[in-house]
């Protein structure tokens, strides 16, 4: 079956402090794709990162960087030094590659707030 | 580069009614994803159009249906609206599988 969990449900920090969201994810397949959107208020959801099932390399995009961990089915995101422009919800998703559509299976989401 | 647009972005309608949404791919984009959103939770995908044939489904009644135009734009019809209708309802598109699906603004869809 197909899972994704984002056991924090909300969660607030002051600028400039560091958070980490956390995402564990389950499936069957040994191909798949792991994503984190954003979600501000006015509902879009904005695209961060897609990572493949075979590259485990952590990854650094300015404040934002992602920990992929395999063995422990989890795929965590941190925002470091944070802003108040960062607060909006955080979708993790996963997306079976041996599936012949693309569905995107999301988890219930992260509001995070940074406050001033 | 043209974005995912939507149309409209707010409907409101009563139950037992038909609703059509609609939406237009980013430009050379050739598949479409519909997902829907309740109120405090992630997106559910409803189904997805490759070049104008339903390509999956996701846990949905008949009664949410599609279409994909020539243009890979696209529809979603939703017949005899139920009050769990009510949700921000999204479009994605991509070009081809296993590559990122963009979204667009979503339509808001509330059912009295």
Known sequence: AQKVTQAQTEISVVEKEDVTLDCVYETRDTTYYLFWYK?????????LIRRNSFDEQNEISGRYSW????STSSFNFTITASQVVDSAVYFCAL???ENRDDKIIFGKGTRLHILP | ETGVTQSPTHLIKTRGQQVTLRCSSQSGHNTVSWYQQALGQGPQFIFQYYREEENGRGNFPPRFSGLQFPNYSSELNVNALELDDSA?????????E????????????TVT
């Open chain 1, 39 to 47: 979600q501000p208020p006015s509902g879009e959801l904005v695209f």
């Open chain 1, 67 to 70: 920990n992929f961990q395999k």
């Open chain 1, 95 to 97: 997306s079976e590659a």
């Open chain 2, 88 to 96: 921000l309802y999204l479009c994605a598109s991509s070009l081809g």
């Open chain 2, 98 to 109: 296993g590559v990122e699906q963009y979204f667009g603004p979503g339509t808001r869809l």
